[in-house]
């Protein structure tokens, strides 16, 4: 079972992923606490790929998907650069709030919902895909 | 979608999801006030990193002149947020 959907570059864009995100939960039993991970770490992908790959004005595709137990969602964009989000370094949280730091916690934040990310890139397009056991 | 309420002078209500799409209308909010403030945090559902740095960089803002942004009253999810990006640390987390 699988179901894409296609979204602009942009924040506004965020109410429209959620929509079809729920449209989704409503075929699938999971429970409120994994839907909203789910939901949160999408956000914090596609918002990823809106604000660091800006060369680019194709829209974001998502998938979701429903395999062996597991919810899988992939989020696919064009990047000339790739950048593997499962090689970032761990957040140093002593140097985060000694220099009074208030962002990049969102890849961390997936990093801690999520049961399993990987990152792929072919033919100019990167995908993300994180996987959340139900 | 966000809403916010005033409650008093120095509380403000948050309601629904604070998302990406949310920053602007919550700096909006904030940034006029200037002493120690109270979020009733409640009737939020949802919170991304977006909005985590948007409390953190008002936290600072605050600090700088000897007030804080204090959170109450925390659902189960979200306190899961602030605890999994330690920010459970820097905030006064009130029930």
Known sequence: MGNKGIFKRDADELQFIFQFLR??????????KSKKELELSVE???????????????????LVEKKDGSIILKLSDHEIQPF???KTDDVDFEEYFRKKKTGGLGIHLVKKLMDDIQ???SNGISTITITKKI | MLTIETVSEDELKFIGEFDASQEELAYSVLNK??????????EL?????????????THHRLNDNGHELRL????????DV???TRLDQVFELVD
């Open chain 1, 84 to 86: 593997d989000i499962t």
């Open chain 2, 72 to 79: 109450k009253n925390l659902s189960s999810h979200i306190k």
């Open chain 1, 119 to 121: 990152f792929t890139h």
């Open chain 2, 45 to 57: 559902e949802y919170i991304s990193s977006m909005g985590l740095g948007v409390l953190l960089k």
């Open chain 1, 23 to 32: 449209e989704h939960w409503k075929e699938l039993k999971i429970e409120d």
């Open chain 2, 82 to 84: 602030f605890k999994f």
């Open chain 1, 44 to 62: 914090e992908i596609f918002m990823n790929m809106v604000r660091h790959n800006t060369n680019s004005d194709f829209d974001i595709k998502l």
């Open chain 2, 33 to 42: 006030h200037d002493n120690t403030l109270i979020l009733d945090l409640g």
